[in-house]
């Protein structure tokens, strides 16, 4: 792969996030003790978003123990490591309760992949990549109750792999992953609605449909039939 400082941009991103929400807050002077309707009348919205994401995998095997390319493999373990969410939100009105949403971010995601040799060898691989994501969202919202609104969403993401994977073709032992993905999302949230802005904390989750492992040359090439994706995101919205 190519040098891709993951841990340098996730922390130049949190300081740029925080120094954001902190001039964002002083400068718009955000109050939550007003009930406003008038987001919800409008027919178009735009907003950003911000979020922790943990990417997680589905690992389905084959033979681990007959490999003759990587003799001794016991297990394969993915473990997801956090990572950030940030993107743009476009929001078309349909009718009183319901919501079109589309919502372009780019997702920084890291999962590392421990491989067991033998009993007591652990070999370690990390799979960084950084995706951008076009989620087209349905968002069904409940009546007021005082100041907030509670939603559910639910549609398709597609995704694309931004990181090179030049020095990843040559590598036999990392576990080569597909360039796209598309994936079910579903999602609940609040919208708590404030004199100069809605803010709507959210849970997602998406879990991938087609196998986006690459199996050909590399030593696991035998072992591993399929690797769908599973994401759970926590973040905030503004509009």
Do not use: C
């Given at each position: 792969?190519?040098?891709?400082?993951?841990?340098?941009?996730?922390?130049?991103?949190?300081?740029?996030?925080?120094?954001?929400?902190?001039?964002?807050?002083?400068?718009?002077?955000?109050?939550?003790?007003?009930?406003?309707?008038?987001?919800?009348?409008?027919?178009?919205?735009?907003?950003?978003?911000?979020?922790?994401?943990?990417?997680?995998?589905?690992?389905?095997?084959?033979?681990?123990?007959?490999?003759?390319?990587?003799?001794?493999?016991?297990?394969?373990?993915?473990?997801?490591?956090?990572?950030?969410?940030?993107?743009m939100i476009t929001n078309l009105?349909?009718?009183?309760?319901?919501?079109?949403?589309?919502?372009?971010?780019?997702?920084?995601?890291?999962?590392?992949?421990?491989?067991?040799?033998?009993?007591?060898?652990?070999?370690?691989?990390?799979?960084?990549?950084?995706?951008?994501?076009l989620p087209l969202l349905i968002?069904?919202?409940?009546?007021?109750?005082?100041?907030?609104?509670?939603?559910?969403?639910?549609?398709?993401?597609?995704?694309?792999?931004?990181?090179?994977?030049?020095?990843?073709?040559?590598?036999p032992d990392i576990l080569k992953?597909?360039?796209?993905?598309?994936?079910?999302?579903?999602?609940?949230?609040?919208?708590?609605?404030?004199?100069?802005?809605?803010?709507?904390?959210?849970?997602?989750?998406?879990?991938?449909?087609?196998?986006?492992?690459?199996?050909?040359?590399?030593?696991?090439?035998?072992?591993?039939?399929?690797?769908?994706?599973?994401?759970?995101?926590?973040?905030?919205?503004?509009?």
């Open positions: 792969m190519e040098t891709f400082n993951f841990r340098y941009m996730l922390t130049l991103s949190i300081k740029k996030i925080t120094i954001f929400i902190f001039v964002f807050i002083i400068t718009h002077q955000i109050g939550f003790s007003q009930h406003n309707k008038h987001y919800d009348w409008r027919p178009f919205n735009l907003g950003f978003t911000m979020g922790m994401n943990y990417s997680m995998v589905r690992l389905d095997y084959g033979d681990l123990e007959n490999n003759p390319r990587r003799p001794g493999l016991k297990d394969i373990v993915a473990k997801p490591i956090p990572g950030i969410n940030l993107g009105k349909l009718a009183d309760m319901w919501d079109l949403r589309f919502i372009p971010s780019v997702s920084l995601q890291q999962r590392n992949f421990n491989y067991k040799i033998n009993q007591d060898s652990i070999f370690l691989r990390r799979l960084e990549a950084a995706y951008l994501d968002k069904f919202k409940s009546q007021f109750w005082r100041n907030h609104r509670v939603y559910v969403m639910g549609g398709g993401k597609f995704s694309w792999n931004l990181s090179s994977d030049k020095k990843v073709k040559d590598d992953t597909e360039k796209y993905d598309h994936s079910i999302v579903v999602a609940f949230g609040i919208d708590i609605y404030g004199d100069r802005v809605k803010l709507s904390p959210e849970i997602s989750y998406s879990f991938g449909l087609p196998n986006i492992y690459v199996g050909e040359n590399t030593n696991f090439g035998e072992n591993i039939r399929r690797i769908r994706t599973h994401t759970l995101l926590f973040s905030l919205n503004f509009e």
